[in-house]
């Protein structure tokens, strides 16, 4: 199905643009996002036609970007959503569901996006793939660059996870480490646009289709919750992105009729390190304050959230709220969920847990009421995290009379 997609549209001023290489108004320097015809889609994009579709995020191929001839599609999107009733019990809730997209192709939600992205830099004519990235962001252009036989050129922070480079630097790219933070990489990459104009960033110049592929985990949320809304959803921030176009995700679904009832209340979890936008809703600030980046969820490490002061007015508006968690809890929280219900998931999906028993324990979130939480990458890329800590039980020799004394040992060691 054609996409419903009219061209950009500026957050700040109103003022609109064709759908082009653009990212900011050159009236008011506000971010731009991609505008939809929703009066046309209605009684177009229906229940049917969606579901008739591929599983992948394309199945929901009107409501995003035109992707031109085909979509750069190596099978993002339709992860489980799984219902967690052992981990709901530890916490106290009702009905907590987990929106694993460690199940994506390079294991992060960040395959929903970059799918988006080098859709429309194919479309739009660009060469080579390119973005500023924590680790995941880079791993996922990387792969999708190389699916289309593209050259990549990642940036990223030279002290990232070994895990995360290896998982970059495997696909054939470039691979630039720069000695600094991530915003030190985005303001490096946003110069590198205007030497290299051939060069698609995924999340600077080509930033408003990138953006919009996070919509489809609330679409594969209400549609995997037999197209009702869940009550209340907790979405890991970095840049705050994610949580606005989840936000932009269900109110579509609304307005187009598909699911019925309200949308959920929205809550954020940063890791205290890096987390400028709980530290400027906590403080109620009208602006939210860069801060350096001292954490182990690097992939959340960004001190200065581009869509920050959007996040902010959703929380306010629509009643939610913002964890910040120590490391300490993060790394904690990995392990809940991972013997719990046997998802693996990277420090960002600690901080989204940890944050969740925060929020409930202080009573901003509902137990009583149903809760998803977004797990938005897997394990496996950031072991430097937890390689020190997750180790075997116990070393032994080959022989059956050790194995039962360490096994006998370990037992009450447990009891006690």
């Known amino acids: 199905m054609a996409s419903f997609a009219t061209g950009l549209l ?11 290489a653009r990212y900011s108004c050159e009236f008011c320097f506000g971010p731009l996002e991609v505008d939809y015809d929703l009066e046309a889609a209605k009684g177009v994009v229906t229940r049917a036609s969606i ?42 809730v009702k009905e907590l569901w987990l929106k694993d997209d460690t199940r994506n192709p390079t294991g992060s939600f960040k395959d929903r996006v970059v799918s988006c992205a080098l ?6 004519g660009f060469t080579t793939a390119a973005c500023a990235s924590t680790g995941n962001l880079a791993t996922s252009v990387a792969a999708h660059a190389a699916f289309i036989g593209w050259p990549s050129v990642t940036i990223i922070p030279s002290d990232l996870e070994k895990s995360k480079i290896a998982m970059t630097a495997i696909f054939g790219g470039t691979v630039l480490g720069v000695e600094g933070n991530y ?35 609330a679409f594969e949320i209400c549609e995997q919750l037999g197209w009702t809304m869940p009550d209340q ?5 970095a840049s705050g992105s994610q949580f606005t176009k989840v936000a932009k995700g269900f109110n579509q679904f609304i307005e187009l009729g ?43 490490a960004i001190g200065n959230p581009a869509d920050g002061p959007y996040v902010l007015d959703n929380l306010r508006a629509k009643g939610g709220d913002c964890g910040s968690v120590s490391d300490e809890e993060i790394l904690e929280c990995i392990g809940l969920l991972a013997q719990t219900e046997g998802v693996f998931a990277e420090t960002a999906g600690g901080v989204t847990i940890a944050s969740l028993r925060q929020m409930i324990r202080r009573g901003t979130i509902d137990p009583n009421k ?8 897997h394990g496996l890329k950031t072991l ?29 060691v447990s009891a006690s």
Do not use: M
């Open 370 to 377: 149903s809760i998803v939480a977004i797990i938005s990458g």
């Open 384 to 412: 430097d995290a937890v390689v020190d800590t997750a180790v075997v039980s116990a070393t032994i020799t080959p022989s059956l009379a050790n194995a039962e004394e360490a096994l006998n040992f370990l037992r009450l």
């Open 233 to 237: 959803v907790v979405v890991p921030l």
């Open 10 to 20: 500026c957050r700040e001023c109103g003022a609109t643009y064709p759908t082009e």
């Open 119 to 124: 859709s429309s830099a194919r479309r739009l």
């Open 258 to 300: 598909l699911v019925s009832g309200t949308a959920p209340v929205l809550f954020g979890a940063q890791a205290t390190g890096c987390s400028p936008i709980a530290t400027a809703f906590a403080e109620g600030a009208e602006v939210v304050t860069p801060q350096k980046p001292n954490t182990i969820a690097r992939s959340l």
């Open 183 to 217: 915003d030190d990489v985005n303001r490096l990459c946003v110069e590198l646009v205007a030497e290299h104009p051939d060069w698609a960033f995924a999340n600077v110049n080509l930033r408003p289709y990138y953006a919009e592929g996070s919509k489809t985990l």
């Open 51 to 92: 579901e008739a579709g591929p599983s992948s995020i394309w199945r929901y191929a009107a409501l995003l970007p035109d992707p031109g001839v085909e979509p750069v599609d190596l099978g993002a999107g339709w992860t489980p959503l799984r219902r967690a009733t052992r981990l709901a019990e530890v916490l106290g």
